[in-house]
């Protein structure tokens, strides 16, 4: 196989950048093969306080897979067409490590394919490159564990699988560091929101699902303050409104997450109102509803919104 990418999905968090620089680090030393990891978007701040921590150059930026000349792709953190390179249709994947649902997923030849329910794609690739014989080096390690941790919320999200708080235990002795106190300094890394315009709050970690014919963008901050973000909120809805019109969104649901006390709020804007309170059982007031509990996008928002909306 020539030169392969090797990216996860667009406005990347840190697992999807840990995931695919960890994998493009195993395709070059296990078995051999010329792999790059490179980035969908900027990462975010959370993810550059680890790739600094660890001195690890941030991943370069592309857009497209054949503007690069490259022809085979790997996609990590991802397998939604929708949430990856915009020429997806028209390269060849050769892998996909992921941790999320498979949907609008189809290819004209053969893959591998390594598809786990565990906390993060991080923790599929740590995995691997035991059962492949490799070491890995600090700075590989310090992004796998960093990925977990962001996915996991420190192993206290609902999706954290059984396996994962091993995992964690064994990249931080590799990575050099206490997995608690590392965890909590990461994941504050990525609550410094009073610097981000309402647009680009709204776009740090937002995906799109297509839901039984809408296209539904969910989008998730993490804070330690979620009533300082709501007093944002008229900057935010329009943010939002506007984002929906240029991207032809039909609905836009935005998830603030306390990471401290494990809840969040709801705030939503769209056509279909009463499949997102169906969703979740509560009523909207000035467009937005606390939900107890909930830490996971993938977990505790998507299925839910899934089930709504095909109802």
């Given amino acids: 196989m020539s030169k392969c990418l090797v990216f996860g999905h667009q406005n990347p968090d840190t697992d999807a950048i840990a995931s695919s620089y960890g994998w493009a680090y195993l395709e070059r030393t296990a078995w051999g093969r010329d792999a ?26 592309v857009e497209s897979a054949k503007a690069e000349g490259v022809f085979h792709v790997i996609l990590t953190d991802h397998n939604e067409f929708q949430q990856s390179i915009a020429d997806i249709r028209e390269v060849e994947v050769a892998a996909v490590i992921d941790h999320h649902r498979v949907a609008n997923f189809e290819t004209a030849n053969p893959l591998y394919m390594r598809l786990e329910p565990v906390g993060s794609a991080s923790s599929i690739v740590y995995r691997a490159s035991k059962e492949a014989g490799v070491t890995l080096p600090r700075e590989v390690a310090g992004l796998l564990l960093s990925g977990l941790i962001s996915d996991t919320l420190l192993l206290k999200s609902p999706t954290t699988h059984e396996s994962d708080a091993q995992v964690a235990k064994e990249l931080a002795e590799l990575a050099g560091v206490n997995l608690e106190e590392y965890g909590l300094e990461l994941l504050k890394a990525g609550t410094n929101l009073a610097s981000k315009s309402a647009e680009e709050l709204i776009d740090i970690d937002a995906k799109t699902f297509p839901l039984n014919g809408n296209s539904v963008r969910v989008a998730q901050v993490n804070t330690v303050d979620i009533a300082e973000v709501l007093e944002r909120k008229a900057d935010i809805e329009a943010a939002m409104t506007a984002s929906s019109v240029a991207n032809g969104y039909s609905d836009f649901v935005l998830m603030i997450t306390d990471i ?33 509990g909930a830490v996971s996008r993938k977990k ?8 709504s909306f095909n109802a």
């Fill in 260 to 292: 401290l006390n494990s809840n969040s709020e709801i705030l939503a804007l769209g056509s279909n109102m009463d499949k997102v309170e169906a969703a979740f059982n509560f009523k909207l007031k000035n467009n937005h509803a606390f939900l107890a």
């Fill in 36 to 61: 790059e990891a490179v980035a969908l978007g900027i990462p975010n701040e959370e993810t550059a306080f680890a790739l600094n921590y660890f001195g690890v150059e941030a991943p370069r930026v």
């Fill in 300 to 307: 505790q928002v998507v299925p839910q919104l899934t089930e």
